[in-house]
T-cell receptor
Framework: SQQGEEDPQALSIQEGENATMNCSYK?????LQWYRQNSGRGLVHLIL?????REKHSGRLRVTLDTSKKSSSLLITASRAADTASYFC????????????FGAGTRLFVKA | DTGVSQDPRHKITKRGQNVTFRCDPI?????LYWYRQTLGQGPEFLTY????????KSRLLSDRFSAERPKGSFSTLEIQRTEQGDSAMYLC???????????FGPGTRLTVL
């Protein structure tokens, strides 16, 4: 079963608004990553946050990590129609293989 | 193009046939991953290579599935005696040892009739 669970499953907003997606996981992790996937395409890495970090920024993206609650959030500010995609959180743990476990994703639709 | 490439992009086969997919990772990456993704779901881990060594396999990888990375460069994923439940997108990713960021290929979409 998938470790990460994103919330909400789907989100529809107007262009210019902020979008917040949440991810919860079950076991201890080494890091947590967020990926974007446009319809029918491969995944694109957005940002990685390590277990000893609490917040990270990259352009219009802001990621937080709360290891005590085993949760993370991805905030996309000033959304654009081009941000329409599925967003997945993925957890990595140092179990020798650095296996990465993906959640089921949040489908974001940004209306122009 | 120096990204991860996969071949073929699409494969339609009849139940019971064998299929083989190829992945060419980014050249300097020593880690290579295979995932399976079905509609509306996130990628499910199948297997992982570090150089030519297959270090981890998911329980999802039944005996009909085999993966190789003979020279530590490209990798192949073979599915024998395909079943309709094998229909999915098969994704390959590569990564650098120092980070856990993975770079994904475009995927191979398999349809088993």
């Amino acid at each position: 079963s998938q470790q990460g669970e994103e919330d909400p499953q789907a989100l529809s907003i107007q262009e210019g608004e902020n979008a917040t997606m949440n991810c919860s996981y079950k076991t201890s992790i080494n890091n947590l990553q967020w990926y974007r996937q446009n319809s029918g395409r491969g995944l694109v890495h957005l940002i990685l946050i390590r277990s000893n970090e609490r917040e990270k920024h990259s352009g219009r993206l802001r990621v937080t990590l709360d290891t005590s609650k085993k949760s993370s959030s991805l905030l996309i500010t000033a959304s654009r129609a081009a941000d329409t995609a599925s967003y997945f959180c993925a957890t990595g743990s140092n179990t020798g293989g650095f296996k990465t476990i993906f959640g089921a994703g949040t489908r974001l639709f940004v209306k122009a | 193009d120096t990204g991860v490439s996969q071949d073929p992009r699409h494969k339609i086969t009849k139940r019971g046939q064998n299929v083989t997919f190829r992945c060419d990772p980014i050249s300097e990456h020593n880690r290579l991953y295979w995932y399976r993704q079905t509609l509306g779901q996130g990628p499910e881990f199948l297997t992982y290579f570090q150089n030519e060594a297959q270090l981890e396999k998911s329980r999802l990888l039944s005996d009909r599935f085999s993966a190789e990375r003979p020279k530590g460069s490209f990798s192949t994923l073979e599915i024998q005696r395909t079943e309709q439940g094998d229909s999915a997108m098969y994704l390959c990713a590569s990564g650098d040892r120092a980070y856990n960021e993975q770079f994904f290929g475009p995927g191979t979409r398999l349809t088993v009739l």
